[in-house]
């Protein structure tokens, strides 16, 4: 069973520092995994998508690799801002046994940029 | 604007009472999911709809039935409504290609009391 893990589970930094998020997959025979935001009650919004096939996207100042070998992906916020204060969360999509493409989401970084 | 809708956004039912949570997406995607999310459990999926007319259950079906009512459309129903199904409920969309991400709507927070 894939189990997705996100550590820290909450993160406060100060405006301006670069910053790192964490998410670790215990199997690695995964199609993509995507990032999400999610701003308090609110939906999910989608920032990166990578394919197993590569290492990393980019978009404006975030930045995410994957290393699918050893089941880690890292979301990089360069320069953050009280903007950027959410939760962010991991997801993997994989085949499972009955032909459906699975997707298990970690249980998410709740960051806080103080200004 | 294209995406994912859902209705109503917030719910608060009697044990016992039923409703039924709506979602539509205006993407022509075949696959639809319903989620929900808790604190410190992070989102269960529920039920799927690979396409129009098929739906599967997910990881925590119990106490849920779904429609696919059309490519666009598909709903979710509490028969029977306990407080264990307080949460926030989220549908999602995407393409059959992993190529794609999911599109995600903005949720529906229930409470039953």
């Known amino acids: 069973k894939q189990e997705v893990t996100q550590i820290p589970a909450a993160l406060s930094v100060p405006e301006g520092e670069n910053l790192v998020l964490n998410c670790s997959f215990t199997?690695?025979?995964?199609?993509?995994l995507q990032w999400f935001r999610q701003d308090p009650g609110k939906g999910l919004t989608s920032l990166l998508l990578?394919?197993?096939?590569?290492r990393e996207q980019t978009s404006g100042r975030l930045n995410a690799s994957l290393d699918k070998s050893s089941g880690r992906s890292t979301l990089y916020i360069a320069a953050s801002q009280p903007g950027d204060s959410a939760t962010y969360l991991c997801a993997v999509r994989i085949m499972n046994s009955g032909g459906y493409q699975k997707v298990t989401f970690g249980t998410g970084t709740k960051l806080q940029v103080i200004p | 604007n294209a995406g994912v809708t859902q209705t109503p956004k917030f719910q608060v039912l009697k044990t016992g009472q039923s409703m039924t949570l709506q979602c539509a997406q205006d993407?022509?995607?075949?696959?639809m999911y319903w989620y929900r999310q808790d604190p410190g459990m992070g989102l269960r999926l529920i039920y799927y709809s690979a396409s129009e007319g098929t739906t599967d259950k997910g990881e925590v079906p119990n106490g849920y039935n779904v429609s696919r009512l059309n490519k666009r459309e598909f709903s979710l129903r509490l028969e029977s409504a306990a407080p264990s199904q307080t949460s926030v409920y989220f549908c999602?969309?995407?393409?059959?290609?992993?190529?794609?991400?999911?599109?995600f709507g903005s949720g529906t927070r229930l409470t039953v009391v």
């Open positions: 199997d690695s025979a995964i199609y993509n």
């Open positions: 993407m022509n995607h075949n696959s």
């Open positions: 990578i394919q197993s096939s590569q």
């Open positions: 999602a969309s995407g393409r059959d290609s992993h190529l794609y991400g999911y599109t």
